[in-house]
């Protein structure tokens, strides 16, 4: 089965600067979608980002980047110039075909001012 | 432009009571899910649809019921409620469930059984 792991449960940053949050996951497929979904307080699940498996290029979205590697089955997230509306909880998640989505356990980010 | 609503936002439940939390989407997306989300995990999928009249089970689908009518409407149903369901409960819809297409997810509703 697939399983995604988020090892950092929190994380902080200082506003505008960079942080990175990293995910791994665990499959056997070769055709797949990894995304990043954003929590804030307000209990709303925003996709950030998505990267498709067979796209070598890393998936960009302005102040918000993903590094793939495929090989090592592993995507983080990089948030550049960090602003305090960035304040959230961060899923990784994996989907295969018209699969279910796998979250992984969550990364809480926290902006410093 | 509503897209994906849930119905309550909050709500309480005695032990052994039992509630139909609503969705409803109106983008006409062909699957439908149901998530929870315990305190600070990742959502876990409950049951999903493929279409109208076709549901199956996801990851934790003991203690629920689905149903699903029509394109729009995706009910959830907790028969006899348990301390184990408090959580919260996201219903999301996609065109074609692929992750070309991703979904697109209610606000939640906040269940507590006491």
Known sequence: AQTVTQSQPEMSVQEAETVTLSCTYDTSESDYYLFWYKQPPSRQMILVIRQEAYKQQNATENRFSVNFQKAAKSFSLKISDSQLGDAAMYFCAYIQGAQKLVFGQGTRLTINP | ?114
Request: aromatic share 10%.
């Open chain 2, 1 to 114: 432009n509503a897209g994906v609503t849930q119905t309550p936002k909050f709500r309480i439940l005695k032990i052994g009571q039992s509630m139909t939390l609503q969705c409803t989407q109106d983008m006409n997306h062909n699957y439908m899910y149901w998530y929870r989300q315990d305190p600070g995990m990742g959502l876990k999928l409950i049951y999903y649809s493929v279409g109208a009249g076709i549901t199956d089970k996801g990851e934790v689908p003991n203690g629920y019921n689905v149903s699903r009518s029509t394109t729009e409407d995706f009910p959830l149903r907790l028969e006899l409620a348990a301390p184990s369901q408090t959580s919260v409960y996201f219903c999301a819809s996609s065109p074609t469930g692929s992750g070309n297409q991703p979904q697109h997810f209610g606000d939640g509703t906040r269940l507590s059984i006491l």
